[in-house]
T-cell receptor, first 113, second 113 residues
Framework: DSGVTQTPKHLITATGQRVTLRCSPR?????VYWYQQSLDQGLQFLIQ???????AKGNILERFSAQQFPDLHSELNLSSLELGDSALYFC????????????FGPGTRLTVL | AQTVTQSQPEMSVQEAETVTLSCTYD???????LFWYKQPPSRQMILVIR??????QNATENRFSVNFQKAAKSFSLKISDSQLGDAAMYFC??????????FGSGTQLTVLP
């Protein structure tokens, strides 16, 4: 158990819908990262927050957004969902905003029908 | 852009034997970390080992060790005394100063009894 929690574990929805994925980092960690794992794209970095502020952006679509709240939990919002958005979405956390290791949550499996 | 290449999509090893997984990366940075993550069938991403680029000594974690060749940009993982529980997908990852983890495509390791 990494100490990072993600809810829900599974999510099934229809195209065009909007969903919110939630992540709670390990106790004391200030950075939260979101990754997408799909069969065709592999593991891709989406976005990072550090202590409530956006720090780095990767291959995140404009239909996706994220935020980190004062209690440090984070939410990833996915809107206008398409079939290709079906993937495993991971949240990871680390203590700082530098080169320290990231600990991953169990992931949220999103299926868009 | 940084890239991470794992040229072995699949590998197998006999239980109790040793196996080496290969990884190469491309970067112009001098300060970075490298990681190996393991993803068993549960899909949880588990940190196996990390290597700081400024350290010449190869990292070791119990039965797991790395061969880090900075000039050659090579970062292989050696698993000694392989166990059935080592069966998983292994990802090599590079962490740059922009704090983005870039993953290789993974190597599926099968451990044969």
């Amino acid at each position: 158990d990494s100490g990072v929690t993600q809810t829900p574990k599974h999510l099934i929805t229809a195209t065009g819908q909007r969903v919110t994925l939630r992540c709670s980092p390990r106790s004391g960690d200030l950075s939260v990262y979101w990754y997408q794992q799909s069969l065709d794209q592999g593991l891709q970095f989406l976005i990072q927050y550090y202590n409530g502020e956006e720090r780095a952006k990767g291959n995140i679509l404009e239909r996706f957004s994220a935020q980190q709240f004062p209690d440090l939990h984070s939410e990833l919002n996915l809107s206008s969902l398409e079939l290709g958005d079906s993937a495993l979405y991971f949240c990871a956390s680390s203590a700082g905003q530098g080169l320290d290791e990231q600990f991953f949550g169990p992931g949220t499996r999103l299926t868009v029908l | 852009a940084q890239t991470v290449t794992q040229s072995q999509p699949e590998m197998s090893v006999q239980e109790a034997e040793t196996v080496t997984l290969s990884c190469t990366y491309d970067t112009s940075e001098s300060d970075y970390y490298l990681f190996w993550y393991k993803q068993p069938p549960s899909r949880q991403m588990i940190l196996v080992i990390r290597q700081e680029a400024y350290k010449q000594q190869n990292a070791t974690e119990n039965r797991f060790s790395v061969n880090f060749q900075k000039a050659a940009k090579s970062f292989s993982l050696k698993i000694s005394d392989s166990q059935l529980g080592d069966a998983a997908m292994y990802f090599c990852a590079y962490n740059n100063p922009a704090r983005q983890l870039t993953f290789g495509s993974g190597t599926q390791l099968t451990v044969l009894p």
